[in-house]
């Protein structure tokens, strides 16, 4: 079975290998750059264990993964613009591609996760 024909069982968690059955189940995160899905409880059980220190605190696919994303999209050509005057086209080229890491990162975990279990 290829990529594109995902079913929803093939979502796994990363913390307990089980299957992530339920789109209100799913927590992504980027970790290690890195995007992971998690079960809420393995989320929560992995941030509150000292040996899985570099879990991310920032969920992907949550309202405040949209808002950010939402935000940087709507930054990124003032960011560009300003920076253009300030350092010409390579800074304003640098500052709009890091403004669209996170709805890139976004995206990616719609793509990747989260469209397979509506």
């Known amino acids: 079975m290829n990529s594109f024909t995902k079913s929803k069982a093939e979502v796994r968690c990363s913390e307990c290998g089980g299957f992530i059955l339920s789109n209100a189940d799913l927590v992504v995160t980027w970790r290690w750059f890195v995007v992971r899905p998690f079960h809420r409880e393995c989320y929560v059980e992995a941030l ?37 005057a300030a350092y010409g086209p390579l800074g304003a080229l640098f500052f709009f591609a890091a403004c669209l890491i996170q709805p890139a990162v976004r995206f990616y975990s719609w793509w990747r996760y989260e469209r397979h279990l509506y």
Do not use: K, Q
């Open 48 to 84: 509150r264990d000292e040996r899985d220190f570099f879990v991310g605190n920032h969920i992907i696919n949550s309202w405040s993964g949209d808002m950010t994303a939402r935000a940087s999209l709507v930054l990124a050509p003032l960011l560009a613009l300003f920076a253009y």
